[in-house]
Antibody, heavy 117, light 107 residues
Framework: EVQLVESGGGLVQPGRSLKLSCLAS????????MNWIRQAPGKGLEWVASISGSSSYIYYADTVKGRFTISRDNAKNTLYLQMTSLRSEDTALYYCASTVATEFDYWGQGVMVTVSS | DIQMTQSPASLSASLGETVSIECLTSEDIYNNLAWYQQKPGKSPHLLIY???NLQDGVPSRFSGSGSGTQYSLKINSLESEDVATYFCLQDSEYPYTFGAGTKLELK
């Protein structure tokens, strides 16, 4: 059974940094792409970033490009999202999602990031 | 970027009824369209991928159709557990984009 468990969220001041993690299990992590998607409170879904299994291909939404970095450690079955220069508009529930058979086929429970002074 | 226009924004229907949700895209996405269901307080759940393929474990009352720039999700014989918000996603090209969502409620 595929399981994705996010961690690392919390309250952070504007301009500061935060690093999210997503621990994966139930599939061969290194073989598949992974993604971060976020959802602001009461709002819709926004794709944030994607990374291929070997980290050869990485893509970002324009809203986070230059501030966020997606990475993975295949030995630890873990996906990361390093977030810097955080803004109030980055406040959201952040989900990691896998691309096993198709895009975003499995999702974690999400981790909340609140950017506020 | 590919723009997604999802309609309606909200929908009220009775048990047993058939409902449809539509997504229009700003350019041809060659069937690279998925549908997700999100129940209150829960993570999104994949229902349909590549426009019309039912994800394993999803009830057969859900179906997807469409091509080009026009896609739809149909729910036959609505059940109480179908109360949720539904989103479409285009995964034809980056940046991937979601529809704004359709909130389905029981009448």
């Amino acid at each position: 059974e595929v399981q994705l468990v996010e961690s690392g969220g919390g309250l952070v001041q504007p301009g500061r940094s935060l690093k999210l993690s997503c621990l994966a299990s139930g599939f061969t992590f290194s073989n598949y792409g992974m993604n971060w998607i976020r959802q602001a409170p009461g709002k819709g879904l926004e794709w944030v970033a994607s990374i291929s299994g070997s980290s050869s291909y990485i893509y970002y939404a324009d809203t986070v490009k230059g501030r966020f970095t997606i990475s993975r450690d295949n030995a630890k079955n873990t996906l990361y999202l390093q977030m810097t220069s955080l803004r109030s508009e980055d406040t959201a529930l952040y989900y990691c999602a896998s691309t096993v058979a198709t895009e975003f086929d499995y999702w974690g429970q999400g981790v909340m990031v609140t950017v506020s002074s | 970027d590919i723009q997604m226009t999802q309609s309606p924004a909200s929908l009220s229907a009775s048990l047993g009824e058939t409902v449809s949700i539509e997504c229009l895209t700003s350019e041809d996405i060659y069937n690279n369209l998925a549908w997700y269901q999100q129940k209150p307080g829960k993570s999104p759940h994949l229902l349909i991928y590549y426009a019309s393929n039912l994800q394993d474990g999803v009830p057969s009352r859900f179906s997807g159709s469409g091509s080009g720039t026009q896609y739809s999700l149909k729910i036959n014989s609505l059940e109480s557990e179908d109360v949720a918000t539904y989103f479409c996603l285009q995964d034809s090209e980056y940046p991937y984009t979601f529809g704004a969502g359709t909130k389905l409620e029981l009448k």
